[in-house]
């Protein structure tokens, strides 16, 4: 495929440097990069945005405890 893609010129006069040293055209070199990098970011776990709120530990309440947190917020209702 044929694109038209805007780089930083030094980038571009470096990438293209690297690329020659290597015996490749840039546009080899690009699709190389561009390949372990789509690749890469498939094999990585989605990023999740946790909503945290500030707080204090609550006396005689144990986080580490699943059943007896349920039981707490279900006692709330």
Known sequence: MKMTVEFDDGLAREAE??????GETLG???????AD???GARNEAPCLDLL??????????????????YDLLDAGD
């Open 17 to 22: 440097a690297c690329a020659a040293e290597r």
């Open 52 to 69: 945290t709120k500030e707080g204090r530990p609550v006396p005689g309440v144990d986080i580490d405890n699943r059943a007896a947190l």
């Open 28 to 34: 080899d070199l690009i699709g190389r990069v561009l």
């Open 37 to 39: 990098y789509v690749q």
